[in-house]
């Protein structure tokens, strides 16, 4: 269960690979975008981890999707 239970739960570092399909959101007001883990550059808070993805886009992780 989340320390802020007003937010939703996104996940963990240690759950994230590379290759891995995931969601990201780049900032306020762009739409969400789909594509590969190339590597993991912060450790998550309350506002997700960030990753690089294989297409050089970086963002908060909001979901793990299986594409």
Same mark, same amino acid.
């Given at each position: 269960?989340?320390?802020?239970?007003?937010?939703?739960?996104?996940?963990?570092?240690?759950? =994230?690979?590379?290759?891995?399909?995931?969601?990201?959101?780049?900032?306020?007001?762009? #739409?969400?975008?789909?594509? #590969?883990?190339?590597?993991? =550059? #912060?450790?998550?808070?309350?506002?997700? &981890?960030? +990753?690089? =993805?294989?297409?050089? &886009?970086?963002?908060? +992780?909001?979901?793990?999707?299986?594409?």
């Amino acid at each position: 269960m989340s320390e802020f239970p007003d937010r939703p739960d996104y996940p963990e570092p240690r759950k =994230l690979d590379k290759g891995m399909t995931v969601e990201i959101e780049q900032g306020e007001g762009k #739409e969400p975008i789909v594509g #590969e883990v190339g590597a993991v =550059l #912060e450790e998550a808070d309350s506002e997700g &981890a960030i +990753v690089q =993805l294989k297409s050089g &886009a970086q963002g908060r +992780v909001r979901k793990i999707t299986h594409e």
